[in-house]
Structures are given as C-alpha cells and as structure tokens.
C-alpha cells in the first residue's frame, strides 16, 4: 500500500476552503493514518497560510483558533501522520532537482522527500503518491517515476484507486 | 567480579550504541544510500513527535489558542458559515456602491 506525501498548499486546503478540500477529506477519512505524510517545513506553511488568511479576514480570530486546534489534533499531534524533517541532507540532495526541473525550494524538497520515502518498502508498494496541484511539482514527480494526485483536478473515484481496497 | 566485568561490557556496548546513533542524528554519515535517507527521515520524525506535544503546548499558549479541536465537521459548518457571512456583507456593499453611483 503506498504512501501519500501532502505538499504544504495541499495539506493547507484541508484547513482552509478551496477547490481540492472534498478530496482532501475525502483522503483523510478513508486513507489509515499510517500511510500519510509531510514534511514538518510543511506545517509550517499551512499555519502561514492561516495567519494570513486571518489578517485577510477570510478566517474570524474564533475561526483562526479552532482550525489551528483542527490542524493540531490531525497532524501536529498525530503519531500515525509522519512529519518529515527538511533537514541539511533532504535539502542538499533537493538542490540537483531545482535545475533539472526549475522547481522551487519547497517543491524540490518535497519531491526527494518522496523519492528518499519511495525507497522504504520493496516492490510493488515501493512508490509514493505524492498529492500536490503544483503543475510544475506534478509534471518533475511523473518524470521520476512516482504517482501523483492533484486534487484540484482529479476526482476521488481516481483517487479511490490511488487508495485501494 | 566476573559477573560485574559482564554488566560494565553490557552497559558499554548500549552506550557505544547510543552514541553512535546520535552522531548519525547529528551528523549522518556523506555515503547514506537513499533507503537509508529515507528511513532516518522517518526514525527522527518518530523521535520528535514524542517531544511535539510539549513543543506545541507552549506554541499554542503564546499563540493565545486554548480549548479543544472542534472536529471537521463542525470546522467545516462553521467556515461555511463565514463564507455565507462575507458575501452577505459583500453584496451588501455592493449595493451600497451601486447606489452611491445611481444618485451621482
């Protein structure tokens, strides 16, 4: 069974209202907690995008703090939903993948996070669907051989099939 | 004496273990090969979820967030409820805008 590895925008529109959130909750209802990750940069990114977002005035302060609660019931404090550190090696080994593919730091870190990830079980569970709406991540991540979901473009009948029985 | 040789040499291997497994943590070896990446990315992120709770107790407190995750489906009813809020507003304005323009 694979692995899905949430980029931070992604991981931030179950947070926040946007086109792909019925597949993301779709995702985390129906996929075991075991096989979700992200990177803890990732995290990060998603509480920016809600600081933001309160500053905008598309989140009350009362709003604010309860998907902050949300978020940290279901990922912070989750020991099933593994947070990768972006640590010195991941994004030295990152830095090959910005020029062969003009990804931007987040994204290159994300895609070896999930080629270093894909390594961890053997044939045929070995790859890692990778959940991103980033054409240019999506595009870099099929070029190396991983599996991919955007939510904001794919169904959750593709996405049932990503999941499996 | 015998027996109290046997436990030092025990207590010593644990040790040497111990070290060397924070020297990868700290500075993990140049010629890791990508499954061994890949699992001490997922060995330390296992460590420090232990340590996370505390982390983000005190996160939360400067934040000035307390209280309980209301769950997604209350998450969700109370977003939509301020989405519906804003355009209401939003058209309200609109209107208003509208009719500044009429009369001018």
């Not at chain 1, 925008?9 to 992200?38: E, I, M, N």
């Not at chain 1, 912070?76 to 010195?88: E, I, R, V």
């Not at chain 2, 304005?93 to 500044?100: I, L, M, V």
């Amino acid at each position: 069974m694979s692995p899905f590895l949430l980029d931070g925008r992604v991981l931030a529109t179950r947070y926040l209202l946007g086109p792909g959130t019925d597949r993301l909750d779709h995702l985390f209802a129906l996929l075991p907690q075991k096989r979700l990750f992200c990177l803890m940069w990732s995290v990060a990114e998603v509480v920016a995008l809600l600081v933001r977002a309160r500053h905008a005035g598309r989140l009350t302060p009362t709003l604010f703090a309860a998907t902050m609660l949300q978020l940290r019931l279901e990922v912070t404090d989750n020991p099933h939903f593994d947070k990768l550190p972006a640590d010195g090696p991941l994004i030295r080994a990152s830095l090959a993948l910005l020029q062969d593919y003009r990804l931007n730091a987040s994204d290159g870190i994300a895609l070896q996070a999930a080629l270093w990830l894909a390594t961890q079980r053997p044939p045929p569970d070995n790859n890692v669907v990778l959940v991103t709406s980033t054409r240019s991540l999506l595009k870099a991540a099929r070029a190396e051989g991983l599996i991919t979901f955007n939510p904001d473009k794919q169904s959750t009948a593709d996405l049932d099939a990503l999941i499996g029985p | 004496l015998a027996s109290k040789l046997k436990e030092l040499e025990q207590r010593l291997a644990a040790l040497e273990e111990e070290v060397t497994r924070l020297r990868q943590r700290v500075d993990p070896p140049l010629d890791e090969t990508p499954a061994e990446h890949g699992a001490r990315l997922i060995r330390e992120a296992r460590a420090d979820q232990a340590r996370s709770s505390a982390h983000m107790d005190r996160v939360f407190a400067a934040m000035g967030i307390t209280g309980e995750a209301p769950g997604i489906e209350k998450l969700r009813e109370m977003q939509r409820e301020h989405a519906e809020e804003r355009a209401r507003q939003s058209r309200k304005k609109r209107g208003r805008s509208q009719a500044r323009s009429a009369k001018s």
